[in-house]
């Protein structure tokens, strides 16, 4: 079978286990965006901020150190037990930790008053990195479909319990208060459903995981172990790297904002313009999902496709058409911005100028995730690591400058220099210890292309919103056009 068709059919399955539960997801925003305040929607954002970080923490790169080891050794199983061995005894550490050393935590994050959200976020972390490694495990084994079905299973508790709190319990309290299911409805906890919502479906996923847990046996290698960590340790400062690049700026920010005079309630407002942050900062949601999507199709692909002679050839295609779909991506965005701004809430639409920002911002992470292929094949790690370092450096720096003065556009600012700065990085390096010939020149005819449409549209900009749309719409159709009259080989050999 055809290398490129066979991820793209791994990528749409992923999907279902990706792209639709993240976007059943993502319909909680335009239902927060109307039930909470800015300030509430800014918690929201900020927890869910260290949750992304300290699950990158708790998972240490043990996915795909399990990846590499599950390919070199004899016995699988083996590399199985120990990984799962190892995020059952840190995630449980983890949880001790936080519940010792709780009321010094609350204070330093500014939640003393809450201290139940802190419980709440570790539990679903720890859960959560712990349900990783069966996962893994799901992917490695090409299960995509009872990856995929877990998955959706997950979100769809998690929409309805928070339908069930925040939205049928507040109504049955005004119109029938006598009504049984209140006895389990705290109009107090407001915010705190969220999290109640996420850890119950974190729960259940745990329970339908378990016949992959209970696979596990004590036959645990610890030398197998150490090698495995000492793989997993750069791709732990990577992704903690990367995740001070995606959520710093979220959670920080409280920090570095500066308040206008006048205002007499500073947390309010400033918590309210990171939640106008994180709202618009959603709004980039297909790109993420697109880019995590194909990670979990592309990753053990990778893997498997280095044994193959023309492997070099297959990276340089798969490059080329993954920067076609996510360009395609901002387009869509970008050009129909006066139909996905009703996603969320009129009162955060003064954010949706750092759209564009964000989604090209995510597009070079995209990029550098299929440029990484030269440091996990060759196992130096570490190389990766020192991008990621050099990211994190220019995140937070870009934050430190142009957060007090620009607010959160210079937080969008930041994510963009910090993955473009990454992507050339890895480029340059890729070229000296794994060169692969990318189509450069065709590549950046594109970007350069949806980059002048993207300039038409705002400079022309008719008044008139069907007049917007029908231009958007002309000039969506010549890059498709245009991709596909230079593809058309490609697309043809494909669908064969």
């Not at 893994?136 to 769809?156: M, W």
């Amino acid at each position: 079978m055809n290398p490129l068709k066979q991820l793209a059919g791994q990528t749409a399955v992923y999907g279902l286990g990706t792209i639709v539960p993240r976007l059943l997801n993502y319909l909680l925003v335009p239902f927060y965006t109307r039930i909470f305040l800015e300030g509430e929607y800014g918690v929201i954002t900020e927890l869910y901020a260290y949750i992304a970080f300290l699950l990158v923490f708790l998972t240490y790169g043990m996915e795909t150190s399990f990846f590499r080891y599950a390919e070199k050794e004899q016995k699988p199983e083996k590399v199985y037990n120990s990984a799962l061995f190892s995020l059952f005894t840190t995630s449980v550490l983890f949880v001790i930790v936080i519940f010792l050393f709780l009321n010094p935590i609350s204070k330093l994050m500014q939640y003393q008053g809450h201290q139940d959200y802190i419980i709440y976020l570790s539990l679903i972390v720890a859960l959560d990195a712990f349900s990783a490694l069966p996962f893994a495990y799901l992917r490695q084994q090409k299960k995509a479909l009872r990856f995929s079905v877990i998955k959706l299973i997950n979100v769809s508790v998690n929409i309805g319990l928070n339908l069930f709190f925040l939205w049928l319990c507040p109504k049955l309290a005004a119109s029938n208060p006598e009504s049984f299911l209140l006895q389990l409805y705290d109009p107090e906890i407001g915010v705190g459903y969220v999290f109640i919502s996420n850890l119950a479906a974190s729960i259940i996923t745990l329970i339908l995981l378990l016949p992959l847990i209970f696979k596990f046996r004590m036959e645990i290698s610890f030398s197998l172990l150490k090698k495995m960590l000492a793989y997993a340790l750069p791709l732990l400062i990577i992704g903690l790297a990367g995740m001070v690049n995606e959520v710093s700026d979220k959670i920080i920010f409280k920090y570095l904002a500066s308040v206008p005079e006048g205002i007499t309630d500073v947390r309010e407002y400033i918590m309210g313009q990171l939640g106008i942050y994180g709202a618009n900062y959603k709004l980039a949601v297909l790109m993420t999902l697109f880019i995590q999507m194909f990670r979990y199709a592309a990753e053990p692909f990778f893997f498997a496709q280095a044994r193959e002679k023309n492997a070099k050839n297959v990276y340089a295609a798969v490059m080329k058409y993954f920067t076609i779909f996510g360009l395609l991506i901002f387009l869509g965005v970008t050009l129909y911005i006066d139909l996905f701004k009703y996603f969320i809430g009129p009162e955060y639409w003064e954010g949706l100028k750092i759209v564009p920002i964000v989604l090209l911002a995510n597009l070079f992470l995209g990029i550098f995730f299929n440029l990484s292929v030269w440091y996990k094949l060759n196992d130096i790690t570490k190389y990766g690591a020192l991008i990621a370092l050099t990211g994190s450096l220019i995140t937070i720096l870009m934050n430190v400058l142009l957060v007090p003065k620009f607010s959160y556009e210079g937080a969008a600012w930041g994510h963009f220099a910090c993955y473009f700065t990454m992507m050339l990085i890895s480029y340059y390096w890729g070229k000296k210890y794994f060169p692969i010939n990318y189509d450069l020149k065709r590549i950046l005819f594109y970007v350069a292309l949806a980059l002048i449409l993207f300039g038409l549209s705002n400079f022309l900009k008719p008044e008139v919103l069907s007049s917007r749309l029908i231009l958007n719409t002309v000039l969506m159709a010549v890059f498709v056009f245009t991709v596909f009259i230079f593809e058309k080989r490609f697309f043809i050999r494909t669908a064969d």
